[in-house]
């Protein structure tokens, strides 16, 4: 699916079913971001620009 195959009703979709899942994942991962390291954090943000990008967001 590229971006000109999607309506901006589907992108909210998207958007909401992933928050869901996010918060899902969150509550049932004991490791918070108040418990990473700095380093920790900053390879974490890393890696989701780098997703964001391949994704063409």
């Known amino acids: ?3 000109n ?3 901006p009703d589907d992108a909210v979709l998207l958007r909401r079913r992933a928050e869901e899942m996010a918060l899902k994942n969150a509550a049932q991962s004991p490791e918070t971001v108040d418990a990473m390291s700095p380093e920790e ?3 974490a943000m890393h890696e989701l620009l780098v997703i964001y990008i391949y994704l063409g967001c």
């Open 1 to 3: 699916m590229t971006g």
């Open 41 to 43: 954090a900053r390879l």
């Open 5 to 7: 195959d999607s309506s």
